[in-house]
């Protein structure tokens, strides 16, 4: 949650003004993360009845149109309707779930207690990985659909881009990590798919204690393949920084998954071709950050690129690319 697009005070208070949710407090910015550009803001109680103050996280969004946010806002609506710990955006006094802010497309929503992991134990695998399944089963009906956006074609698009810029021998590697995802692809298009969230890393679930408090940031959320998700975790939450993944926590988040929707057997013998292709996409998504021109070089808050290294060290520790 870096900061690109800075907001003043007056400018806050009339975005508020459409809401009916209290006079501001203090507000902010959060400089964690690397796509938008999010505030804490604290607001009093609207009722008067009280001294509390209630804290809400406003987003505005760099790289989605207004026209794009109904999936995923209706999406965050429909699994906190469900009983999930999941950020419902707030109505406007109108009705809209969005407004706009500085010319940007912008929502609140609460903020929840509970802090993200840096050092996930085994329980906290199997933790996020009984979430996962159980949000995957109740996304079985949801309505809601979009394509997955970080496609092949997509894929293909970058490695064109990116031969221009990278260093040869990483291109090189790049390339036969992409040949393996695309001679495998037609056997993992087969495996059970549906709505998933697509980037659970580790500062997007937070916890209180054991238990999830909140799970967050829904805006790569599209229809791909059930065990994309589980491989974006597997990554994230249990690899080590050579890349090579915690035997006892991958276990463990594959029996967390498994104890609430039964993994096939052919997801099982792609279950490392998923880590890969999830390593893949995010290694790509970085590498166009660092080398490629656009926003996330603007950001006046935060660190605006992740390490793309992560990613590729987890392909080679896979050992799937000749």
Request: with cysteine; aromatic share 10%.
């Amino acid at each position: 949650m870096a900061v690109y697009t800075s907001v003043s005070q007056d400018e806050l208070n009339d975005f508020l003004s459409q809401y009916s949710l209290g006079t501001l407090i203090t507000y902010s910015e959060i400089g964690d993360g690397i796509e938008n550009s999010n505030y804490f803001v604290t607001l009093n109680d609207p009722t008067g009845l009280t001294t509390q103050h209630q804290k809400w996280v406003l987003t505005l969004f760099e790289n989605l149109t207004e026209q794009q946010l109904p999936f995923f806002l209706n999406l965050m609506n429909w699994l906190a309707d469900k009983g999930f710990p999941v950020p419902a955006p707030c109505p406007r006094n109108d009705g809209a779930i969005n407004g706009l802010l500085k010319g940007k497309p912008a929502i609140l929503v609460p903020c929840f207690g509970g802090r993200s992991v840096d050092r996930p134990t085994a329980i906290h695998c199997e933790t996020i990985g009984r979430f996962v399944a159980e949000m995957h089963q109740a996304l079985e009906r949801c309505p809601e659909t979009r394509q997955p956006p970080r496609n092949i074609e997509w894929i293909r698009e970058q490695e064109a881009k990116l031969s221009k810029v990278m260093p040869k021998a990483d291109m090189r590697f790049l390339s036969r990590a992409i040949d393996h995802y695309h001679k495998m692809k037609p056997q993992m298009d087969r495996c059970p798919s549906g709505v998933i969230h697509a980037d659970l890393f580790r500062d997007n679930v937070l916890f209180d204690g054991r238990d999830i408090s909140g799970v967050i940031d829904f805006f790569h959320a599209s229809n791909d393949a059930l065990l994309f998700d589980l491989a974006v975790v597997a990554n994230d939450w249990t690899a080590d920084e050579s890349g090579y993944h915690d035997q006892i926590k991958l276990n463990a988040l594959l029996k967390g998954y498994s104890s609430v929707r039964k993994i096939t057997d052919s997801e099982y013998l792609l279950w490392s071709d998923f880590m890969h292709l999830a390593a893949l996409r995010f290694w790509l998504s970085r590498l166009e950050s660092r080398y490629l021109p656009g926003y996330q070089q603007a950001s006046t808050q935060g660190d605006k690129t992740k390490d793309p290294d992560e990613l590729k060290r987890i392909i080679l520790s896979l050992g799937l690319v000749d």
